[in-house]
């Protein structure tokens, strides 16, 4: 939404018409109030335009409705008949998902920037040594490239940060499985 520029000017023209849409409260009849209290909860302030400079906002507040809220509604219902185990990744591997869907360009068909867009981050950091300055955060499934090996993912070098994380996860993973 923040790299379109038409959305990002939909949605900062008619925040009170989309975000209902987007964070699914769209019935409920106070709506724009609603609206107007989650723009100042998580940018401070009604007026505060949505922009790169506070994606982090708009990242919270889509992860706190489109995850967060789901997940914890799930482990209450679960954990009251059985025993529920739950991790949050915190690690930011050196491929990840996050960097890349931040690093499109949204301007083609989404597999050619995609395809692209990793291509040039690995690039970026295997031929010039140049990282994203910003730290976006891990995101959805950014654990999934230390586990598995996944397309235009650079081998993990021993004694690397994402190689000790790697086998940690493997080693937690299997031994949930084996040991519970």
């Not at 009170?16 to 849409?21: A, E, L, Q, S, V």
């Not at 209290?37 to 990242?59: K, W």
């Not at 914890?72 to 009251?80: E, K, M, P, S």
Request: glycine share 4%.
């Amino acid at each position: 939404m923040i790299k379109n520029e038409t959305l990002k000017n939909e949605l900062n023209t008619n925040w009170t018409y989309w975000i209902p849409k987007v964070l699914g409260f769209e019935e409920e009849e106070n709506k724009v109030e609603i609206a107007e209290q989650i723009r100042d909860y998580y940018f401070g302030d009604v007026n505060e335009t949505v922009c790169m400079d506070n994606f982090d906002n708009l990242s919270m507040c889509l992860t706190d409705r489109c995850f967060f809220e789901g997940f914890h509604n799930t482990l209450l219902l679960h954990g009251n008949q059985h025993p529920v185990y739950a991790y949050e990744n915190s690690f930011r591997g050196t491929f990840s998902f996050t960097r890349v869907l931040i690093a499109m360009s949204y301007r083609m068909s989404r597999m050619a920037d995609l395809a692209l867009t990793a291509s040039l981050n690995w690039l970026k950091s295997s031929l010039f040594s140049q990282e994203d300055q910003r730290d976006y955060g891990t995101g959805h499934a950014d654990e999934l490239p230390l586990m598995f090996k996944l397309p235009f993912q650079q081998k993990q070098e021993k004694n690397s940060a994402d190689r000790d994380m790697s086998e940690f996860f493997i080693h937690v993973w299997t031994s949930f499985a084996r040991d519970g």
